[in-house]
C-alpha cells in the first residue's frame, strides 16, 4: 500500500526530518545560551556592573537620610541582596559590623566600595545632591506634619485645577518633606497672563514646621558668621529666603538692618549656610557607614573553547541525534500502524462494512472509534435506505393498485361508474397526494429549502384554531377534543404568548399529532391541547391523549420515516408513517424541538419547546 507514496511524503520520514531539526535547533540553542551565560558572569565578575552597584549606595544612603539610626537597615540589606545577586556589608568607620547579608561572616575586602553619608553623599547617587552635597531626601525638621500636609494638598489641587481651566496642563508630585509640587507637563503652551489668576500664592506659604525650621537655620548661620568675624560695624543684616520650588530649603544671604550684621557674601557665606544645614539635619540622619560588595565565595566558570571541548560538543550533539532519531522511528511506527490500518479499511468496498480494531487510547484510538461508528451509521443508514424505498413502494403501490382495478373493471363494463365508486377512487387520488405531499415536505426540510412565512402567532388562538379544525372528526369517533382550562389563569397579567411563526405549518405539525392521536384514542376517550410559559424563555405546546400509548423501547423509532406502532399498515389503524417526521422537521425549522412521553394503556403527550417572542405593537395596545 505504501509503496505509492513517494518517500519523501510518508509520515514516517517526515516525522523524522522534523525530530532532527528539533534537535539540531535545541542544539544550537542550548550551546549559544551557554555561551551567553559564560560571558555575562566573566563580564560581571570583571566589574561590569556598575549600576547596580550605584543603586545599591542610592538606597542605603536613601535609608540613612529617612532614618535617624541604622538599627532597621539589616531587612533593606538583605532584599538588595537578594535583588541585585552581590553581597553586601555595612560597618562603622572603625569597621564595627552594622549589617551583612552574608550568613556566615566571612573575611570583608580590603577597602570600602563607598562611604554612605547623607550629609556628604556621592554625586551621582541621587539627583539634586550636586548642589551641596547632601542628600535631597534628608530633610528632618522640615518634614511637614499630616495636618499641615493635608493643608497644601487641597491648595495644590485647587491651583492645579485652575491652570486646567486656563488650557495649561501641569502634574502634581510632593517632595521629600512633603511639600506638594506642580510641574509642566509640556504638552500645552503656558500663558502667563491667562493663569496668572491661579498664582494667588497660597501653596507657595511657609508652614509652622517650615518656618519653625527656618528660625532654627538663621540661628546656626548668623553664629557661624559671627565666628567667622564677617560682621561690620553697619546697619546690615542676614536675611535667609526660603524657596519652595527645590526639594530642601535654600537660602540666600543678602543686605538687612537687624542686628547690627554686615551683609554676607563670599565663600564663607556658602561655608556657613552648609554646615549650618549639616549641622541642623545631623540628628535626623544615620551616622556615616562604610559600605562593602562583594561577589562570594563561589567561583566564576570558565569557559575554554579547545579542540577537547569542541570534540566533547560534537559527541553530546551526536548522541542526541541518534537517540532523537531512534525514538521517532519507533513512536512514528506505532502512529503509522492504526492510520495503514484505516486506509486499508476505508479503501474496502462499502457494502463490507469493515471495522478497524482499537489497540491505542490516543488520538489515533479516537480516530479508529470514529470511523467504526461512522460505518456502524452508514450501515444503519444503508438498511434505513432500503427500508425507506420499500415503504415509499408499498405506501404509493396500494392507492395504484385501487385506483387501477376499479378503473379496469369498470372499462370492462363490469361496474357502473356510480358516485359511490367515484367517491372511492376519489379517496384513493387523496391518500396518494398526501403521500406525495408527505414526501415533497421532507425532500424540502432536508434539504434546507423549507419556505416559511413567518409572523406575530398568539399561541392560544393557534390551538383553537386546530382544535376547531379537527373538533368534528374527532366527536364523529366519540372522542372529546379540549383545549386545558388550567391554562388560561397562568396568562393573567402577561398576556397569552406569542410565537414568531409560520401559522400554516404550525397548524400542519399540530394538525398531524391531533390527527394521530384521533387514531390512536378509543371512543369515550380525550384529547387535551394546552400551552405554557417556561422559565427558560419558550412556549410549550402539548398534545395529550387517553389512547393506547406508546411502548417505551419503540418511544426512540416514533419520530423516523414510515415508522408505525402497528405493524400491520392497516389503513384504519395508521396513516403513511411520515406525519410524526414531518412534526420534527417544521419544529426544528422553527428553532424549536419536539419530545414525547408515553404509558402502555394510559396515553400520550408530544410537547412542541418553541422560542417565544414579544407581541406585536397593535396587539399591545388592543390589550
Keep these: 500500500m505504501s509503496?505509492?507514496?513517494p518517500l519523501r511524503k510518508r509520515l514516517l520520514v517526515r516525522l523524522i526530518i522534523t525530530s532532527v531539526l528539533i534537535a539540531l535547533c535545541s542544539v544550537a540553542a542550548t550551546a549559544w545560551l551557554a555561551v551567553q551565560t559564560t560571558t555575562r558572569a566573566i563580564q560581571e565578575e570583571q566589574g561590569q556592573a556598575l549600576a547596580d552597584d550605584t543603586d545599591i549606595l542610592r538606597q542605603l544612603s536613601g535609608y540613612a537620610a529617612t532614618h535617624p539610626s541604622w538599627s532597621g537597615v539589616q531587612d533593606t540589606v538583605r532584599r538588595l541582596s537578594a535583588t541585585m545577586g552581590r553581597r553586601i556589608a555595612l560597618t562603622t568607620p572603625d569597621r564595627k559590623p552594622i549589617a551583612d547579608s552574608a550568613k556566615s561572616h566571612t573575611a570583608l575586602p580590603p577597602g570600602a566600595a563607598a562611604t554612605v553619608d547623607?550629609?556628604?553623599?556621592?554625586?551621582?547617587?541621587?539627583?539634586g545632591a550636586q548642589l551641596s552635597g547632601i542628600d535631597p531626601r534628608a530633610v528632618g525638621p522640615y518634614r511637614l506634619t499630616p495636618k499641615e500636609h493635608a493643608r497644601l494638598?487641597?491648595?495644590?489641587?485647587?491651583?492645579?485645577?485652575?491652570?486646567?481651566?486656563?488650557?495649561?496642563?501641569?502634574?502634581l508630585s510632593w517632595m521629600p518633606s512633603g511639600r506638594p509640587l506642580l510641574t509642566d507637563t509640556g504638552k500645552t503652551v503656558r500663558d502667563d497672563q491667562a493663569v496668572s489668576e491661579c498664582e494667588d500664592g497660597q501653596v507657595n506659604i511657609l508652614m509652622p514646621t517650615e518656618q519653625t525650621a527656618q528660625d532654627e537655620l538663621t540661628r546656626i548661620v548668623q553664629e557661624c558668621l559671627r565666628r567667622k568675624h564677617v560682621a561690620r560695624p553697619s546697619s546690615q543684616a542676614v536675611y535667609l529666603h526660603f524657596s519652595i520650588l527645590t526639594p530642601q530649603p535654600q537660602f540666600d544671604l543678602g543686605e538687612g538692618t537687624a542686628h547690627g550684621l554686615p551683609t554676607a557674601t563670599g565663600t564663607k557665606s556658602d561655608e556657613c549656610l552648609t554646615d549650618a544645614r549639616r549641622e541642623q539635619l545631623d540628628p535626623d540622619v544615620a551616622p556615616v557607614a562604610e559600605l562593602?560588595?562583594?561577589?562570594?565565595?563561589?567561583?566564576?566558570?570558565?569557559?575554554?573553547?579547545?579542540?577537547?571541548?569542541?570534540?566533547?560538543?560534537?559527541?553530546?550533539?551526536?548522541?542526541?541525534?541518534?537517540?532523537?532519531?531512534?525514538?521517532?522511528?519507533?513512536?512514528?511506527?506505532?502512529?503509522?500502524?492504526?492510520?495503514?490500518?484505516?486506509?486499508?479499511?476505508?479503501?474496502?468496498?462499502?457494502?463490507?462494512?469493515?471495522r478497524v480494531p482499537v489497540t491505542t487510547r490516543d488520538e489515533t484510538g479516537i480516530l479508529a472509534l470514529a470511523f467504526n461508528e461512522l460505518a456502524e451509521r452508514r450501515e444503519r443508514m444503508e438498511a434505513q435506505r432500503k427500508a425507506m424505498v420499500s415503504d415509499i413502494a408499498h405506501e404509493l403501490r396500494t392507492p395504484l393498485t385501487n385506483i387501477r382495478g376499479w378503473l379496469e373493471v369498470t372499462?370492462?363494463?363490469?361496474?357502473?361508474?356510480?358516485?359511490?365508486?367515484?367517491?372511492?377512487?376519489?379517496?384513493?387520488?387523496?391518500?396518494?397526494?398526501?403521500?406525495?405531499?408527505?414526501?415533497?415536505?421532507?425532500?424540502?426540510?432536508?434539504?434546507?429549502?423549507?419556505?416559511?412565512?413567518?409572523?406575530?402567532?398568539?399561541?392560544?388562538?393557534?390551538?383553537?384554531?386546530?382544535?376547531?379544525?379537527?373538533?368534528?372528526?374527532?366527536?364523529?369517533?366519540?372522542?372529546?377534543?379540549?383545549?386545558?382550562?388550567?391554562?388560561?389563569?397562568?396568562?393573567?397579567?402577561?398576556?397569552?404568548?406569542?410565537?414568531?411563526?409560520?401559522?400554516?405549518?404550525?397548524?400542519?405539525?399540530?394538525?398531524?399529532?391531533?390527527?394521530?392521536?384521533?387514531?390512536?384514542?378509543?371512543?369515550?376517550?380525550?384529547?387535551?391541547l394546552s400551552v405554557r410559559r417556561q422559565d427558560d424563555g419558550q412556549v410549550a405546546l402539548e398534545v395529550a391523549d387517553t389512547g393506547s400509548g406508546i411502548a417505551e423501547q419503540d418511544l426512540p423509532s416514533v419520530f423516523d420515516r414510515f415508522?408505525?406502532?402497528?405493524?400491520?399498515?392497516?389503513?384504519?389503524?395508521?396513516?403513511?408513517?411520515?406525519?410524526?417526521?414531518?412534526v420534527r422537521q417544521l419544529v426544528a425549522a422553527h428553532g424549536g424541538t419536539v419530545a414525547v412521553t408515553s404509558e402502555l394503556g394510559a396515553g400520550t403527550v408530544f410537547t412542541l419547546r418553541l422560542p417565544a417572542t414579544n407581541p406585536p405593537v397593535d396587539a399591545e395596545e388592543d390589550r
Design 563 to 582: 415508522w408505525r406502532a402497528e405493524k400491520s399498515r392497516s389503513r384504519r389503524t395508521g396513516g403513511s408513517g411520515l406525519g410524526l417526521s414531518i
Design 118 to 127: 547623607p550629609l556628604h553623599t556621592d554625586t551621582d547617587s541621587e539627583p
Design 3 to 5: 509503496s505509492g507514496i
Design 153 to 171: 494638598d487641597v491648595l495644590a489641587k485647587k491651583r492645579q485645577a485652575c491652570y486646567r481651566r486656563n488650557h495649561f496642563e501641569t502634574t
Design 411 to 528: 372499462r370492462d363494463g363490469i361496474v357502473d361508474p356510480d358516485p359511490e365508486l367515484l367517491a372511492s377512487l376519489h379517496e384513493e387520488a387523496v391518500l396518494l397526494q398526501r403521500v406525495i405531499d408527505d414526501l415533497q415536505d421532507l425532500a424540502a426540510a432536508d434539504a434546507g429549502t423549507l419556505t416559511l412565512h413567518r409572523e406575530a402567532v398568539r399561541a392560544d388562538e393557534l390551538l383553537e384554531q386546530v382544535a376547531a379544525a379537527h373538533r368534528v372528526g374527532a366527536e364523529a369517533v366519540g372522542i372529546k377534543l379540549r383545549r386545558a382550562v388550567d391554562a388560561a389563569p397562568s396568562f393573567a397579567g402577561e398576556g397569552a404568548p406569542w410565537l414568531d411563526a409560520d401559522p400554516v405549518r404550525m397548524r400542519q405539525a399540530l394538525g398531524n399529532l391531533v390527527s394521530n392521536a384521533i387514531r390512536h384514542t378509543p371512543a369515550d376517550g380525550t384529547i387535551t
Design 292 to 354: 562593602f560588595l562583594g561577589t562570594g565565595d563561589s567561583a566564576v566558570p570558565h569557559f575554554d573553547m579547545s579542540n577537547s571541548n569542541k570534540a566533547k560538543i560534537v559527541g553530546v550533539a551526536g548522541l542526541v541525534l541518534a537517540l532523537t532519531v531512534a525514538v521517532t522511528a519507533l513512536v512514528a511506527t506505532r502512529l503509522v500502524r492504526p492510520l495503514r490500518a484505516l486506509t486499508l479499511a476505508a479503501q474496502q468496498p462499502p457494502e463490507q462494512h469493515v
